[in-house]
Each structure stands twice: as C-alpha cells, then as structure tokens.
C-alpha cells in the first residue's frame, strides 16, 4: 500500500468540527483523523453489507449474579464456527472482564453480541468490528 497526498478542500464549519474530532480522539493531525473517519466509514459499510469482519465482543459482569458464565457459554458453544478465542479476567472479587475474539459475516456477529450483551447480569457489552480486508 503506498501513501498517496492530496489537497481537501473544506468549508469553516467542517474544518472546525474536523479539529474538534481531532483533539476529541487524540488525534496527532487532520490527516489521521480523515484516516480514521474513512476507515470507520469502510467498516461501516461492509457491517452493512453483512461482509466477513473480525473484532471482539466484549463483556464485563458481576459474576456472582445470576448464571452469567453458564448462559455465556451455552451461548458461546453456538456460535464456535465464528468465535477465534477468549480470554477471561478478574478484575476484582466481584467483577470479570471477558473479551471475544471473533471473525464472520457482521450479522452473525452482531446476533452473537446481542445474545450475549443481554444476559441478565452483563454490565456493560459491546462489539468492535473491522474489516478484515
């Protein structure tokens, strides 16, 4: 892949809320920001599109509530033909941190976090997606 440059031309109120994004994300220049934005929208799309992507559901729950970790797993065990790995951790006596790594069409793994994300006892889920190509 070679870097090509080019000349963007943009109107005051988008140049500003480029910046904004720019500062809000850490960003180190403009150019990175179009980057990511193009990236993000790329994603987008083939998410859309139900193209094969990869990423990682991640989950952080009280595992003393309910029966999180076994309706993971039964869960888990459904849809092994997309899932590539996990990795579970203690992040306190009470709280486990368990990240997913996957990789299949975006529906698919969008059914999958969904299942997953709303299991009572499931504090915070969410799905990370990117293009594998």
């Known amino acids: 892949m070679s870097l090509v440059r080019f000349g963007v031309g943009l109107d005051e109120d988008i140049l500003k809320a480029l910046d904004s994004y720019v500062i809000e994300n850490n960003l180190p220049s403009r150019s990175q920001a179009i980057r990511h934005l193009v990236e993000k929208h790329l994603v987008d799309k083939k998410w859309q599109c139900n193209n094969i992507v ?75 997606m990117s293009r594998t190509e």
Do not use: P
Request: hydrophobic share 40%.
């Open 54 to 128: 990869a990423g990682a559901v991640v989950l952080l729950y009280d595992h003393h509530k309910g029966d999180v970790t076994t309706k993971s797993n039964d869960i888990q065990h459904q849809y092994f033909d997309v899932i590539l790995s996990s990795q579970h951790f203690h992040l306190s006596h009470d709280n486990c941190l368990e990240i997913i790594a996957v990789k299949g069409t975006a529906n698919r793994l969008t059914e999958l976090s969904d299942k997953l994300i709303g299991i009572k006892g499931i504090i915070h889920g969410k799905l990370v």
